[in-house]
Structures are given as C-alpha cells and as structure tokens.
C-alpha cells in the first residue's frame, strides 16, 4: 500500500490502529454472541431477545451511514440550510414507521417481508417478488457503502493506489462476512450497537467543543460561517444554495424527499429489526427511541456542518480530497490534532462496516427463508440447521459480490445508488406492505404487479436519468441518454406503483377476505405472533 497525507497533518498509521482496535473488540463481541446462535429464529431474530431500547439503538446504528455523518455534514458546510434538509427527509421517515409498520409488521411477520405478504397470499409467486424486491434494494445500498469505503480510505487513510483501496474494500468485506457467518443477526446487532454508541458520543464531543469555541451560541456560530465564507456567506442561512436554480432542481428534492420519507419504512434492513424484540409493544418502543437517538444526531450534524464551515471554510472543504465528504474530518483535524482525526476515521469505517453487515444477513436471510424454505423447499425444509446453513451460504456469496461490486465502482458517482435504493424500497416494497396491512380486497395479483411494476419502473427510470448520463457529476459522463428530467424517480415511480397495485388487484377474481380478517385481529393484537426465544 502506499500512505499518503489523504487529510493534511492527519497521521494514516494512527487511523488504521484505532481502526483496528474497533474490530478487534466487535469481534470478541460477535463471538461471544454467537454461542447461542443455534436456530433460524437465533440467526435471522437474535432469538428476539433484545429489549425496546437495544434494539432502537442497533437501528440507529444500522440506519446512520457513512451518507448521513460525513455527507450531511460536509453539505451542511458548503450548502447551509438545503444541506439540512437531508436530515429532514431522513427522520420525518421514522414517523411513517412507526405510525404505520413498525407493530403490525412485528405482530404479523416471523422474520422478513416475505412473511407478512405470503400471509394472507398464494406463497410462492408472493415469497419470489419480496425476496427480488429485497435483494435489489440490498444490493444497491451494499454497493454504494463498499464504493464509500474505497473512496473514505482515500480521504482519512491516505492510500492512494488504485490497489490499495481495493485490498481495503476487499478487508470490509471480509470482515463483513465474517460477523455475519459467525454472530447472525445477535453479533450483528451488537456491532451496531457499539458503532452507535461511539458515533453519537463522538458527535458529541465535536458539537461541544465547537459550541465552546463560540461561548456556546448558536448565533455567534453561525455569524462565525457566514464571515468565514466571505462574499454571498448569507447563502448558508436561507434556502436555495443548491435546489434552488431552477424548478427542475426543485422537483428533483421534491421526488428525492419522497423517497427518503416513504422508503426508509420500506428498507428491509431496517424491517427486519422489527423482529428482534420480544412483542410488538418493544417494536414500538425501538423506533420510538431511534427518533430520539436519530434526531439527536442531526442537531449535532447541524452544528458540526456550520462549525466546519466557521473554522475550516466552505472552500477549503469544496477544494479538498474528498470535497464535501472531508468536512467532518477537516474539522476533528482543527478541533482535536491526528487523535481526534483518528477517532473519526474509524468511526467513519465502523458504520460502513455495521451498515454493511445489517444488509448482507437481511439479503441472505431473505433468500434462504423466502427462497429456499418456502418457494424450493415448499415450507418443508429437511432440518432446523439446513435454512440456516444456506444463509451463510447466500452470506458468503453476497459478501463476495460486494466485494467485486464495490471494487468496480469505486471510482463511480455511487450517490444515485444510494438514492434508488430508497426508490426501490418506496417504490415496489411499501405500497405492498400498506396494502396487505389495510386493504381488504388486496391480493396476490396486487402484490405482483406492485412489486415488480414498482422495480422495474424505478430502475427504468434511473437508468435514463442525469443521475447515470449527459451531466458532470453523472456516473458515465461520456454519452448522453438521459431522456427522463428527474435524477431520483420517487415522485413518478411510487404513485405508479400504487395505482399498479390497485389495478392488478381490480383485474384479479381472487378474493382473500377472510385471510385479511385473521391478519388483521392477529396485526393489531399480536394474538399468534413469533415469541422470544428462550435460552
């Protein structure tokens, strides 16, 4: 490998050492979960044996990704007040969980989506599309944080080779596999809880000290950003410094808005936490303390995003290795010297690494139960130890196409994956869970066309977007197809979706009414649902 100074003054020896020390102990940890881990309720559910605010905890930590602290916080010191607006998205999002998923998902389903939609319909075309609709969004997002990880590497490790960021995607993804293979969903969970744990006190730390700096006001701080910055610093402080330009630009964080509110309730990743808690009463208190600690967190990116702006510089920031990316770390550079920069560089690779665990055993997982229990195997799976043996199997093989994937795309704009995930997931997963949960006449046909309908528009429609051609921050910048205006399709793809669902069902003679009435008694009281394990 060949070390270079990715941040000015930060030591990359150091990174790496610190790094190291927080796998070292997430492994122990992992392994020590693992002793329990016998069953296909033990790999997929943890036994659903952690309480209401453990598990909301792991959600944070599995839904703060590398985007949310170092993105929103370099866009928040170069953008201002739309840098915020991610973080709006991002936690108003938590609001449609749990008003209307988290309980009735817990209370109805046994470990993946596949479960709640196969419940009330003909299971093996429905088990199918949910497992292709959860890879899909998985894959995606698997992707964007393994890209993430080679272009970090860069920045806060200073390798610069073309070979040594590979052999570094190649490390995550090793260890990936292995937490994955070794603790099931338990050892995963306690890495995110860990992970958690020192990202938000980390920010912490960053939102006090720069707070101190300005005697602990606010509008000194801010005042601070907008002198830094110069001529037009007062752009920091209203809207419109970068969706503003034009209507198209409006629209376009209009539609990505859409799919962050509507698609985070519909990443699987983040409903099969749901069922790692003993009654539906804990899932509803997991998500409510995921607000918390989520919305916590935001405030503290509000301030360290203007703090970086105040005392590192929105130019310094842009111009930087990295760009938006390198606020975070320019800023704990200023704040605390190469020990403070150390910390933040391997909490910045322990979220790429809980985030990417928490995708790889919800991917395996759907497949091993939805796939190959239920679709292959027909319910009749030849031991309690085969479903779970194949997990690890679909693990190691997702692990290995992860590496290869983020290996590719390294170099790429991965941003517009991350953005088609969460299309997907609002496009083709959400309107079906909504339907199954709260339309009587909804049926297999519905689910079908919902699914797949709502797939393969988003992709169609991401694949002719300025997000993938024609522009300078697309992903092939050599050819223009791009015929479709929007770069993120959430505000055509999900109401399509919708009305596919509703149409598929209206031309279909099923009727399922029955089934409903039990889904419905069993949604809203728990009356038969999945129990924790005992130990």
């Known amino acids: 490998m060949v070390f270079a100074q990715g941040v000015e003054g930060g030591s990359p020896l150091l990174n790496i050492s610190i790094f190291a020390a927080f796998v070292v102990v997430t492994l122990v940890v992992v392994f020590r979960a693992s002793r329990n881990t016998k069953t296909a309720s033990d790999y997929y559910a943890a036994g659903r044996s952690f309480s209401g605010p453990q598990n909301g905890v792991a959600i944070s930590g599995d839904y703060l990704s590398a985007a949310s602290f170092l993105g929103i916080t370099g866009a928040i ?27 009735l998902m ?25 497992a292709t609709s959860t890879l899909a969004v998985s894959f995606f997002y698997l992707l964007a944080q ?40 338990k050892g995963t969970t306690w890495v995110q809880i860990i992970k958690a744990a020192l990202l938000i006190s980390g920010a912490a730390v960053m939102t006090v000290w720069v707070l101190g700096r300005y005697g602990f006001n ?11 910055a110069g001529a037009g610093g007062e752009g920091l402080l209203n809207p419109g410094a970068k969706y503003g330009a ?13 799919a962050l509110v509507l698609g985070t309730a519909g990443l699987p990743h983040v409903l099969m936490r749901f069922y790692t808690v003993p009654t539906a009463k804990d899932a509803r208190r997991s998500v409510v303390w995921a607000i918390a600690l989520i919305g916590l967190f935001y405030l503290f990116s509000l301030v360290l995003g203007y703090g970086a702006a105040a005392i590192v510089g929105p130019d310094t920031i842009a111009n930087a290795p990295g760009g938006e990316n390198a ?12 020990l403070l920069l150390g910390f933040i560089a391997a909490v910045a690779f322990a979220t790429i690494l809980a985030v990417v665990a928490g995708l790889t055993i919800t991917a395996s997982a759907s497949f091993a139960h939805d796939v190959y229990a239920n679709v292959i195997k027909k319910g009749k799976v030849d031991s309690k130890h085969a479903e779970v043996r194949v997990a690890r ?3 190691l093989v997702i692990g290995a196409v992860a590496i290869v994937g983020g290996i590719g795309a390294k170099d790429q704009n991965v941003a517009f994956l991350v953005a088609l995930a969460f299309a997907v997931a609002a496009s083709a997963n959400l309107p079906t869970i909504l339907y199954s949960l709260f339309w009587k006449r909804f049926n297999t046909n519905g689910a079908l066309w919902s699914i797949y309908g709502g797939l393969t528009i988003t992709i169609l429609l991401i694949a002719f977007s300025p997000a993938v051609s024609g522009g300078p921050k697309s992903m092939i910048k050599t050819v223009d197809f791009a015929w479709f205006p929007l770069s993120n399709p959430g505000l055509v ?4 979706s919708f009305f596919l669902g509703w149409l598929g069902t209206r031309l279909s003679s099923e009727h399922l009414e029955d089934k409903y009435n039990e889904m419905e008694v069993r949604s809203l009281t728990g009356a038969g649902s999945e129990k924790a394990t005992p130990h």
Do not use: C, H
Not at 77 to 103: H, K, N, T
Not at 106 to 130: C, E, H, I, S
Not at 246 to 252: F, Q, S, Y
Not at 327 to 336: M, S, V
């Open 77 to 103: 010191a170069v953008y201002g007040y739309d840098g915020f607006l991610y973080s709006i998205g991002f936690l108003v999002a938590w609001l449609v969980a749990l008003l209307l998923v988290a309980e």
């Open 106 to 130: 817990r209370n109805t389903g046994k470990f993946t989506m596949g479960d709640v939609l196969a419940f009330r319909m003909r299971q093996r075309p429905v088990r199918a599309a949910a």
């Open 146 to 185: 393994m890209a993430g990880a080679g272009i970090l590497v860069s920045l806060l490790l200073g390798i610069s080779s073309d070979a040594g960021q590979s052999v570094v995607i190649a490390v995550v993804g090793v260890i990936m596999i292995i937490y994955v293979l070794v603790g099931g969903m």
């Open 218 to 228: 606010l509008s000194g701080l801010l005042g601070g950003a907008v002198e830094r």
């Open 246 to 258: 034009t209507d198209t630009t409006k629209i376009d964080f209009l539609s990505l808005a859409l």
């Open 327 to 338: 606020a975070a770390p320019l800023l704990a550079l200023e704040l605390g010297g190469p």
């Open 393 to 395: 199997i679909t693990a």
């Open 493 to 496: 793809s999900i109401p399509v």
